[in-house]
Structure formats: structure tokens, C-alpha cells
């Protein structure tokens, strides 16, 4: 075993029922130590010593029986990994670190969110307009992963507008029903303080098929 992942750091920072989503700091260099960091700590996290993580052709992350083949996602930025699993259904998680210079949440959401996402936003004063626009980005990416296709078809997709109250809460959960892209889902995020004062948003979605 490597000394990135004898030396392994996690926090457990999202549960929905049986999935779980883990931030490792810090991540190691490498995509492959990524994935042996990822799978020791959802391991320790989860108490499953079979849970083995591999890439599928395309390049997705899966897992090993008896684990749904789709019950394990990674999303990495900087020095930060966030890994989630769940047992029997698929999984998807996604981070962002909060960029406070240069960013303008109102045109980013109305470039990229539903049009009720977007005047949501644009309502907000500009602190609390970035915050619910990262909430927003994580939340939608984690989302679309479980679909296969992640943001290839644009993030209008889920509309959160009618959940902005939950999705504001840290942990709270979401419950979407089916939408075009996506079975009905599930969804919770939480926004970390670090240092230099650039907040660390993530997010974890199951299917809940």
C-alpha cells in the first residue's frame, strides 16, 4: 500500500439512506492513487472491505459485485477528493471550491440554469446569490452523473427552483421525482469553510428507483 493512502485523511461529510460521500485531503497526484485513496476511505467510511473500485472503457468509475456496478462516484478539484457510495444504487457526487474574485453567479445561471433558477438567483444579494449558485452547480452535476452523461446535455436539468429553501441547508435532502434525464432522485449538499476564504461546496446523489 502507497504512503498516500497509509497516510489517508477523510470526513464524512454527506449521508442519504445507505450512500455516502467522503472528502479526502489531501488528494493525492495521480488518478490511480486517487482511486485507491477514494476506495480506502469509502471503505473505512462504509465498513466494506469488498468494495473495490475500477474504470469502466469509458473511463467511470465502477465497482465490483456484490456492489451496484454505478454505486461509486468521484469528483476531484486542487487538492481535494470527494468520493461517494452506495451499496444497491447508483451514485453521484461532485465539488467546487467557491471562486470569490471574477465569478458573476446571476450571469452564470441564466447562461446555464432553468429560467425559475436563474430570476431565483438573480433576486439574491450578490453574497447569498454565489452561495445558492455553487449549491445549485453541485448539486445538478452530482445529479447528472447518475445518468451517464453528466452535463453533456446542460444543467437546466434537475430544476431545483421549487427547493431552494432545502438545498440552502446544509445536509438537508432533496427528493426529485423523474425527470427527461434523470430517475427520481435524491440529493443533499454542504458548504465547508477553508482557508483564504474560498468555501468548499459538495454534493451527493442517489437514485432512489
Given at each position: 500500500?502507497?504512503a498516500?493512502?497509509?497516510?489517508?485523511?477523510?470526513?464524512?461529510?454527506?449521508?442519504?439512506?445507505?450512500?455516502?460521500?467522503?472528502?479526502?485531503?489531501?488528494?493525492p497526484?495521480?488518478?490511480?492513487?486517487?482511486?485507491?485513496?477514494?476506495?480506502?476511505?469509502?471503505?473505512?467510511?462504509?465498513?466494506?472491505?469488498?468494495?473495490?473500485?475500477y474504470?469502466?472503457?469509458?473511463?467511470?468509475?465502477?465497482?465490483?459485485?456484490?456492489?451496484?456496478?454505478?454505486?461509486?462516484?468521484?469528483?476531484?478539484?486542487?487538492?481535494?477528493?470527494?468520493?461517494?457510495?452506495?451499496?444497491?444504487?447508483?451514485?453521484?457526487?461532485?465539488?467546487?471550491?467557491?471562486?470569490?474574485?471574477?465569478?458573476?453567479?446571476?450571469?452564470?445561471?441564466?447562461?446555464?440554469?432553468?429560467?425559475?433558477?436563474?430570476?431565483?438567483?438573480?433576486?439574491?444579494?450578490?453574497?447569498?446569490?454565489?452561495?445558492?449558485?455553487?449549491?445549485?452547480?453541485?448539486?445538478?452535476?452530482?445529479?447528472?452523473?447518475?445518468?451517464?452523461?453528466?452535463?453533456?446535455?446542460?444543467?437546466?436539468?434537475?430544476?431545483?427552483?421549487?427547493?431552494?429553501?432545502?438545498?440552502?441547508?446544509?445536509?438537508?435532502?432533496?427528493?426529485?421525482?423523474?425527470?427527461?434525464?434523470?430517475?427520481?432522485?435524491?440529493?443533499?449538499?454542504?458548504?465547508?469553510?477553508?482557508?483564504?476564504?474560498?468555501?468548499?461546496?459538495?454534493?451527493?446523489?442517489?437514485?432512489w428507483?
Open positions: 500500500m502507497s498516500a493512502v497509509t497516510a489517508l485523511q477523510f470526513d464524512v461529510v454527506l449521508r442519504i439512506a445507505d450512500a455516502v460521500a467522503v472528502l479526502v485531503r489531501p488528494a497526484d495521480g488518478r490511480m492513487e486517487r482511486d485507491r485513496a477514494a476506495q480506502a476511505a469509502l471503505r473505512s467510511a462504509a465498513q466494506r472491505d469488498d468494495l473495490v473500485i474504470r469502466r472503457p469509458s473511463d467511470r468509475p465502477a465497482l465490483n459485485p456484490p456492489h451496484h456496478e454505478l454505486g461509486v462516484s468521484l469528483s476531484h478539484r486542487a487538492d481535494l477528493l470527494l468520493a461517494g457510495f452506495s451499496p444497491d444504487a447508483a451514485v453521484g457526487v461532485d465539488i467546487e471550491i467557491e471562486d470569490i474574485n471574477g465569478f458573476d453567479p446571476i450571469a452564470f445561471a441564466a447562461d446555464h440554469f432553468s429560467q425559475g433558477e436563474a430570476a431565483a438567483i438573480a433576486g439574491f444579494d450578490s453574497s447569498a446569490a454565489r452561495e445558492i449558485c455553487y449549491r445549485l452547480w453541485v448539486a445538478k452535476e452530482a445529479a447528472l452523473k447518475i445518468s451517464g452523461r453528466g452535463i453533456f446535455d446542460g444543467l437546466d436539468e434537475p430544476d431545483l427552483a421549487k427547493h431552494l429553501d432545502l438545498i440552502r441547508i446544509d445536509g438537508a435532502s432533496v427528493r426529485l421525482e423523474a425527470g427527461s434525464r434523470l430517475p427520481p432522485i435524491a440529493v443533499s449538499v454542504t458548504r465547508l469553510a477553508r482557508p483564504a476564504d474560498q468555501p468548499i461546496y459538495c454534493a451527493l446523489a442517489r437514485d428507483t
